[in-house]
């Protein structure tokens, strides 16, 4: 288990006190200090500064592909990785594309106000170019491939080597891709996710996640060699004690 995340188990243990509801943002990267935020939401600022972190400011490699993933349902991952996605597309230079991969269940079309009738369903079914079924949304600063239209056997479309060659072409047509994944309790298509990009970004919820099922998770990303790049704390309502907030 990384350092970053036996701090957030530690954090979890302290005493609640009256505050207002924030975002935490602990990321890790090799031969770095750790880095931890602080905002009251995933405000535009906390976007900002997730995306200079994780995209633009690291000095081993700078991901382009990235899988945003909640340990559980309900851990805020699908609205963090629309808020990181339009930051990003505002702040960086390139061609950022927004992917859907929760075929569990999707949301992000809704978000943008855009429909969800083509999408990723039909891009591993049919030969059509990505571009073409990829949606320029916020006045065409960000692409939204949404997941499509969805049949019962959708998932198992996460795990077939037609999603390889997409995810290349991908690459290939934009400079950034945010993938939002399906939460790692109960599935395993963001395991699939995670091996096809350049690391992960896990989602918890403050006093809802269970420390059980994120330690599970951690040592599944780590068992299929996926790098975690990061984490982000959601909903948290009481501060880090001084002591802990100088380890980080």
Request: with cysteine; glycine share 6%; aromatic share 6%.
């Amino acid at each position: 288990m990384s350092r970053n995340f036996d701090l957030m188990q530690e954090m979890e243990r302290c005493r609640p006190v009256e505050g207002n509801r924030s975002v935490q943002v602990v990321l890790h990267a090799a031969n770095q200090e750790q880095n931890e935020i602080r905002y009251n939401s995933m405000s535009n600022d906390a976007s900002l500064e997730l995306v200079q972190r994780i995209f633009l400011s690291r000095t081993d490699g700078r991901p382009r592909l990235v899988v945003f993933v909640g340990i559980e349902h309900g851990n805020g991952c699908s609205g963090t990785a629309a808020s990181v996605a339009d930051s990003l597309a505002e702040s960086a230079r390139g061609r950022v594309c927004l992917v859907e991969a929760n075929f569990r269940s999707p949301g992000l079309p809704a978000l943008f106000g855009s429909t969800n009738h083509y999408g990723l369903t039909e891009a591993l079914r049919e030969n059509a170019p990505i571009r073409s079924i990829a949606k320029a949304v916020n006045n065409g600063r960000l692409w939204l491939l949404s997941s499509g239209s969805l049949a019962a056997d959708s998932p198992n479309l996460l795990t077939s080597e037609r999603l390889k060659s997409r995810f290349a072409e991908l690459r290939a047509e934009f400079d950034f891709v945010i993938v939002d994944a399906p939460p790692l309790t109960p599935y395993s298509d963001a395991i699939a996710l995670g091996q096809l990009s350049d690391g992960v970004v896990l989602v918890l919820e403050a006093e809802s996640t269970r420390r059980e099922a994120a330690t599970a998770a951690v040592d599944n990303l780590r068992a299929a060699q996926v790098e975690i790049l990061g984490a982000v704390l959601n909903k948290r309502t009481f501060p880090i004690p001084e002591k802990i907030y100088r380890r980080l």
